[in-house]
């Protein structure tokens, strides 16, 4: 099993910054992709932005110039810098990761979730 723990997340003034951190543990041999998705009520979730093992990324439209994505392979740990925070950018953030287990096994894990709320 892999498991991914989400932190960072929080209440913040639009125009503010916040930094969500995703670490990934277990029987893990690599990680190729890990990235950060969101779901706003009533809504379906969304890319945020991903990054690649060899530092391919890519973001939402929406977040672009304004949150960056890094990534400690060492670590198994994706960060996501948000910056001039929005009301929009209200969601809960989940943390996404897909590589090799042991014995070869793929897996496609996700996070548990984290608030980002965003106030006018």
């Known amino acids: 099993q892999v498991q991914l723990v989400e932190s960072g997340g929080g209440l913040v003034q639009e125009g503010g910054s916040l930094r969500l951190s995703c670490a990934a543990s277990?029987?893990?041999?690599?990680?190729?992709?890990m990235g950060w998705y969101r779901q706003a009520p009533g809504k379906q979730r969304e890319l945020v932005a991903t990054?690649?093992?060899?530092?391919?990324?890519s973001y939402a439209d929406s977040v672009k110039g304004r949150f960056t994505i890094s990534r400690d392979n060492a670590m198994n740990t994706v960060y996501l810098q948000m910056n001039s925070l929005k009301p929009e950018d209200t969601a809960v953030y989940y943390c996404?990761?897909?590589?090799?287990?042991?014995?070869?096994?793929?897996?496609?894990?996700w996070g548990q979730g984290t608030q980002v709320t965003v106030s006018a």
């Open positions: 277990g029987s893990i041999i690599s990680i190729n992709t």
């Open positions: 990054t690649t093992s060899r530092a391919v990324f």
């Open positions: 996404n990761a897909v590589g090799m287990m042991t014995r070869y096994r793929p897996f496609n894990s």
